[in-house]
C-alpha cells in the first residue's frame, strides 16, 4: 500500500534561518506531488506541485522554493525565514487520474520567531 | 476554472443531530468532488467522493453527500453527530486537465455540543 511520510512534525525556527521540510511517498511510482499551506483562519493555499523528477511549479510568489531530486521525494526550502511563512504544511500525492483525490501526509507545524 | 464556496466557517450541532455541511462548487466542465476531514494538528484524510455514476455517495464514519448538478451543489450530511466528528471538513473540486489540480473550499469547523 502507498504511504506518504512528512517530517519534522513540529518545527519552531527563527527569523532569518534555513527551512528543509522533507516528503516521501512509498509505494507507487511517478506520483504527483504538492506542497499546501494552512494558515490559521484560512484555507488551504497551493504553493508547489510536481508531475514529475526536476518539474516544479509555483502557484504563488513567495519566499519559499521546492524540489524533487528524486521520483518519490519532494523537498520544500527557505534560505531565510520570514514570520510571515509560519503556518501548517502539507504534502500531499496523487496518481495522474483526476478522480482519485489527494493523500496527504501528516503536516508540519512551523512557527517562526 | 474552478472554485468552492463552504458556506459557515463554523457549525455547532448537539451529539445525535443531523448534520449538514454545505458546499457549492464552480466548474465549466463536469466536476470530481472530494470531502475531506481534518483533525487537530493532522493532515486531511479523505471522507468521500463523487466523480461518475450514483450521485449520493457514501463515505467512512457515516457520512454520505449528494451531486446535486442543477443546484452545483455537494453537501456533506450524517444522520446523527458523534463527539468524535468535531473537526474541520473541507470541500474540494477537481476538473480533469493536463495535471491533477485541487481547489480546496474555507473549511468548516464542526462543533458538537454534548
Known amino acids: 500500500s502507498q504511504t506518504i511520510h512528512q517530517w519534522p512534525a513540529t518545527l519552531v525556527q527563527p527569523v532569518g534561518s534555513p527551512l528543509s521540510l522533507e516528503c516521501t511517498v512509498e509505494?507507487?511510482?511517478?506520483?504527483?506531488l504538492y506542497w499546501y499551506r494552512q494558515a490559521a483562519g484560512r484555507g488551504l493555499q497551493l504553493l508547489f506541485y510536481?508531475?514529475?523528477?526536476?518539474?516544479i511549479s509555483s502557484e504563488v510568489p513567495q519566499n519559499l522554493s521546492a524540489s524533487r531530486p528524486q521520483d518519490r521525494q519532494f523537498i520544500l526550502s527557505s534560505k531565510k525565514l520570514l514570520l510571515s511563512d509560519s503556518g501548517f504544511y502539507l504534502c500531499?500525492?496523487?496518481?495522474?487520474?483526476?478522480?482519485?483525490?489527494?493523500?496527504f501526509g501528516s503536516g508540519t507545524r512551523l512557527t517562526v520567531v | 476554472a474552478q472554485s468552492v464556496t463552504q458556506l459557515g466557517s463554523h457549525v455547532s450541532v448537539s451529539e445525535g443531530a443531523l448534520v449538514l455541511l454545505r458546499c457549492n462548487y464552480s466548474?465549466?466542465?463536469?466536476?470530481?468532488l472530494f470531502w475531506y476531514v481534518q483533525y487537530p494538528n493532522q493532515g486531511l484524510q479523505l471522507l468521500l467522493k463523487?466523480?461518475?455514476?450514483?450521485?449520493l455517495v457514501k463515505g467512512i464514519n457515516g457520512f454520505e453527500a449528494e451531486f446535486k448538478k442543477s443546484e452545483t451543489s455537494f453537501h456533506l450530511t450524517k444522520p446523527s453527530a458523534h463527539m468524535s466528528d468535531a473537526a474541520e471538513y473541507f470541500c474540494?473540486?477537481?476538473?480533469?486537465?493536463?495535471?491533477?489540480?485541487?481547489?480546496f473550499g474555507t473549511g468548516t469547523k464542526l462543533q458538537v455540543i454534548p
Open positions: 500531499a500525492w496523487s496518481h495522474g487520474g483526476a478522480n482519485y483525490g489527494y493523500t
Open positions: 510536481s508531475v514529475g523528477i526536476g518539474q
Open positions: 509505494g507507487t511510482s511517478n506520483p504527483n
Open positions: 466548474s465549466s466542465v463536469p466536476p470530481y
Open positions: 474540494a473540486v477537481i476538473v480533469s486537465g493536463g495535471y491533477q489540480k485541487v481547489t
Open positions: 463523487y466523480t461518475t455514476g450514483a450521485t
